[in-house]
């Protein structure tokens, strides 16, 4: 009954910190939605109040109705984000399963290779993505922004770890049935590897949507800039135009909580994939 009582009291400590630190991760957000309906001058005053004392939609008609470029932003960031996704989810499969799966020649070099690139900053890889893109002709374009993120090797990895410990059995039957290789993969493989499909798009698709140095980089035209390269613009010579970039950023957040809220039940189910056989 001790041990009982102890790890009840243990459950109730450690919902009660989680609780605390979900309370103190929420504070801010609520923050910025409260702010995203105040006027500049009541953001900027310096007064401690939670809720608006001057309620408006104003900021919201400024940047969808007065700011000809934002709904431009928002689009080129839908676009940019779900067309990496896609090719993420494409490529990174393609790859993680020839690994795990396929016999060729310099398989293990590559997969040696695969790890040593994922303990390389990103920004080593800025001048020469940027001297590459400029050669091509590819600055200040969604190729430019497209196909440098259209592979990770974070997620190769990740789905090689998933189809490592994928059921061998199916494969066979599948072969046994007359499946080639490619047909296996498409239509058994990849069906069943939904979790970690949905895990990947998740992380995929907000690195992607919330990136702003490839951008910042690479595009100089504004009708180009995706939102967080567009949010930066808000700022003016002597004062950030807060009450815009709060209600610009609300808009911003509710796609990346979209995507989370819709694949969250996939995430228990995909704790494992990293694990298992080497």
Same mark, same amino acid.
């Given at each position: 009954m001790k041990n009982l009582s102890r790890v009840s009291w243990l459950k109730v400590? *450690?919902?009660a910190i989680l609780t605390l630190y979900a309370i103190i991760t929420l504070i801010p957000f609520?923050?910025?939605?409260?702010?995203?309906?105040?006027?500049? %001058?009541?953001?900027?005053?310096?007064?401690?109040? %939670?809720?608006?004392?001057?309620?408006?939609?104003?900021? $919201?008609?400024?940047?969808?109705?007065?700011?000809?470029?934002?709904?431009?932003?928002?689009?080129?960031?839908?676009?940019?984000?779900?067309?990496?996704?896609?090719?993420?989810? *494409?490529?990174?499969?393609?790859?993680? $399963?020839?690994?795990a799966r396929l016999s060729f020649r310099g398989r293990h070099f590559w997969f040696l290779l695969i790890l040593a690139v994922l303990a390389v900053p990103a920004q080593i890889t800025l001048i020469p993505t940027f001297l590459i893109l400029k050669a091509f002709g590819w600055l200040n374009s969604y190729q430019g922004m497209i196909i440098p993120s259209m592979v990770n090797a974070t997620f190769i990895f990740?789905?090689?770890?998933?189809?490592?410990?994928?059921?061998?059995?199916?494969?066979?039957?599948?072969?046994?049935?007359?499946?080639?290789? %490619?047909?296996i993969f498409w239509r058994i493989v990849l069906p069943l590897a939904k979790p970690a499909l949905a895990a990947q798009a998740v992380f995929v698709f907000m690195g992607s949507w919330n990136n702003f140095l490839l951008p910042v980089v690479i595009l100089f035209d504004p009708e180009m800039f995706t939102l967080p390269l567009g949010l930066n613009s808000f700022k003016g010579q002597y004062i950030s135009y807060w009450n815009y970039i709060m209600a610009a950023s609300m808009v911003f957040t509710l796609p990346a909580?979209?995507? $989370?809220?819709?694949?969250?039940? $996939?995430?228990?189910?995909?704790?494992? %994939?990293?694990?298992?056989?080497?």
């Open positions: 400590l *450690l919902y609520l923050w910025a939605l409260s702010a995203s309906f105040k006027p500049l %001058f009541e953001i900027v005053s310096g007064e401690s109040n %939670f809720l608006p004392k001057n309620f408006t939609f104003d900021n $919201y008609k400024q940047i969808f109705v007065q700011e000809p470029l934002f709904v431009r932003w928002l689009f080129n960031s839908v676009v940019i984000a779900v067309s990496v996704t896609v090719l993420n989810l *494409l490529f990174n499969s393609m790859a993680g $399963y020839a690994l990740m789905m090689r770890q998933f189809f490592v410990n994928f059921p061998k059995e199916l494969e066979e039957a599948a072969a046994l049935d007359g499946l080639t290789p %490619f047909g909580l979209a995507i $989370y809220a819709f694949f969250n039940r $996939y995430f228990i189910q995909s704790v494992t %994939f990293t694990g298992g056989k080497g």
